[in-house]
């Protein structure tokens, strides 16, 4: 059975189509990533996946029940990190796992056996009777996954679990992440970090305007939708440099300062980099950011 | 696996109840200043009108105006705690620290969030109602002790109805400062055309039917008399009506806090 399938489904918000004929089924024990741009519709799938809210059309199952008539059922087995905070700051660190667990109409005793082995897994030991306040953002994130993880959830849902934390605090969730997968649970998350996804995820549905618009492992997405090698240029003379280039590569990409040159055979760019002194330029593999940026295009979406 | 079976559907009924003791244990946290809030505010009205104002005053309707405050300042205390506790603690709850939203996660849903805040804003409420009647015990501003713990329904019907009407203002509330429309246009209102302060009874006709159809006149059309020594007329209407206000602002806070959070 899988954990979460969504088959058609649509929804708008004043005549736009926020979400558009999306259609996801997600594997057991399986990281699932949705990237895409600001206003993609990552959060409104989310919370339509949820049983939050209504679809205009398209049917869902969430763990065996359909949606929206058992909603709550379903949720019983779901763990959420949402993607703005919400820890309640007037409890301590054990105090807001304690009522959250509540919420799941467990006792007090079970809560209360799962709090240790919960913080210890968010690197929280020893801080079972701090006040919220005193956490840092990283610390908060971790508590918020470890309060998503009180009721023993088989499905996990977090939206942009790493935004605004420092790389060491994004590592400590990755961890913390890829060790419930190592446990057999699903996870779907959303996220704007392609090395995020890269890392995490077996499958990644790239979503733009609420319609997926490419899906496959990491690997398939670069191998699929992209050159092998990239070499970004920047520096003095790029533009006169840039008119004789061309025919060196499959596709040129100016953005801003720098021109990326997407190709199968780097060496011979390099070679006509080496004969062009004020020139800077970085060779590399193509990674999932190209890919993303190919086939979501490189515009400001807000 | 769960399955749909009657003992799930049972629990269900008072999934309400985490919700209320979240807010409990936060209010257990700080409970000393706020029983103490509950307790000086209504006090000084009381003492300060009632002696100062009742020094003035002949008795009213029989009664020294220090016994015939005590109800109006009750009903009153019992309406402002409601109001409040649903206004701005529940708006900060929903709109700032995303406490519901955090809890809609959970195999909780609106129904549930919302009966929570109901039933925790009449607790509160019944606190201070119990709060002034220990004043009223205290300064003996009563004629008959069996019929002031009537006044305990009397609190809880009280507090329901406020914290009914109070959680459908929160539901379309943009900002703390729209409360001040609720508090300008609606309570203060009643609590001048309720008979908090003086008896209604000198109102024009006109005055007095708009009058009693004010919620806060309902309730102090209840506890006065109890406070005075004697049942109340028209008990059941009264406290249909404060039920009705209750539940009719319940269901209009449903359904707009639905619209608000989950569309
Ligand atoms: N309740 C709502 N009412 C009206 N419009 C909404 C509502 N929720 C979302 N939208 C709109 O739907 C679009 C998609 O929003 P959504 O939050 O799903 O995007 P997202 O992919 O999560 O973006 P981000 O990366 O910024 O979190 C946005 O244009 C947003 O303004
Ligand atoms: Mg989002």
Redesign the pocket.
């Known amino acids: 059975m899988s954990p979460l399938s969504l088959r058609g489904l649509t929804k708008s918000?004043?005549g736009?189509r926020?979400?558009d004929g999306f259609d996801l089924e997600l594997e057991p024990g399986r990281c699932h990533g949705l990237l895409?741009?600001?206003?993609?519709?990552?959060?409104?799938?989310l919370?339509l996946a949820l049983g939050l809210?209504e679809a205009d059309a398209g049917t869902l199952e969430l763990l065996g029940h359909a949606l929206p008539a058992e909603a709550k059922l379903a949720r019983r087995r779901v763990g959420v990190v949402p993607?703005v905070d919400s820890l309640d700051p007037d409890f301590t660190v054990a105090e807001n796992l304690q009522t959250y667990g509540r919420y799941f109409g467990l006792s007090a005793k079970t809560i209360a056996e799962r709090i240790p082995a919960l913080l210890d897994f968010a690197g929280l030991a020893g801080k079972a009777d701090a006040p919220i306040l005193t956490l840092s953002g990283g610390m908060k994130r971790r508590l918020t996954l470890a309060r998503a993880l009180v009721n023993d959830p088989d499905l996990v849902i977090l939206?942009?679990p790493t935004t605004g934390l420092d790389p060491q605090a994004r590592h400590l969730i990755w961890q913390g992440l890829r060790r419930l997968i190592a446990q057999g649970k699903t996870l779907l998350l959303?996220t704007?970090f392609m090395d995020e996804a890269e890392r995490l995820c077996d499958v990644i549905s790239v979503?733009d305007h609420?319609r997926v618009i490419a899906r496959g492992s990491p690997r398939e997405l670069i191998a699929g939708h992209i050159e092998p090698h990239v070499v970004e240029v920047f520096g003095e003379g790029l533009d006169e440099w840039k008119a004789c280039v061309s025919g060196l590569c499959r596709r040129c990409e100016q953005a801003g300062e720098t021109l990326f040159c997407y190709t199968d055979d780097p060496e011979k760019v390099v070679a006509e980099l080496e004969a062009a002194p004020g020139l800077r330029y970085l060779h590399r593999p193509a990674n999932l950011e190209d890919v993303f940026l190919k086939i979501t295009g490189r515009d400001l979406r807000? | 696996m769960y399955t749909l079976d009657s003992r799930l559907r049972g629990n269900d009924v008072m999934n309400w109840f985490p919700v209320w003791r979240r807010n409990f244990l936060v209010w257990k946290k700080l409970a000393g200043p706020s029983l103490l809030g509950n307790l000086a505010d209504p006090m000084l009205y009381m003492l300060g009108l009632g002696y100062g104002l009742g020094a003035l005053l002949p008795d009213v309707g029989g009664v020294p105006y220090l016994n015939f405050l005590a109800a109006g300042t009750l009903a009153y205390s019992v309406m402002n705690s409601a109001s409040f506790e649903t206004l701005y603690s529940a708006f900060s709850r929903m709109h700032v620290q995303k406490t519901w939203d955090a809890i809609l996660n959970t195999p909780l849903d609106l129904r549930d969030v919302l009966l929570g805040e109901l039933f925790w804003a009449t607790s509160k409420s019944l606190l201070s109602g119990i709060a002034i009647l220990l004043v009223i015990w205290v300064l003996g501003l009563y004629e008959d002790f069996a019929l002031t713990l009537v006044l305990l329904p009397v609190a809880v019907l009280t507090g329901f109805c406020f914290a009914g009407l109070g959680l459908s203002i929160n539901a379309v509330s943009p900002n703390y400062d729209f409360f001040l429309y609720y508090f300008t246009l609606a309570i203060t209102p009643m609590v001048l055309l309720g008979g908090v302060f003086y008896p209604t009874t000198a109102f024009p006709a006109w005055l007095a039917a708009v009058a009693a159809w004010l919620p806060l006149t309902h309730a102090i059309e209840l506890a006065r008399p109890l406070i005075l020594g004697q049942w109340p007329q028209g008990m059941l209407l009264h406290a249909a009506a404060l039920l009705a206000y209750g539940m009719a602002g319940f269901v209009a806070a449903l359904g707009l806090t639905r619209k608000r959070l989950l569309?």
């Not at chain 1, 206003?39 to 799938?45: D, E, L, R, S, V």
Request: charged fraction near 25%.
């Open positions: 918000y004043g736009q926020v979400v895409g741009p600001n206003g993609a519709g990552k959060t409104t799938t919370r809210i993607q939206d942009e959303t704007h979503i609420g807000d | 569309r």
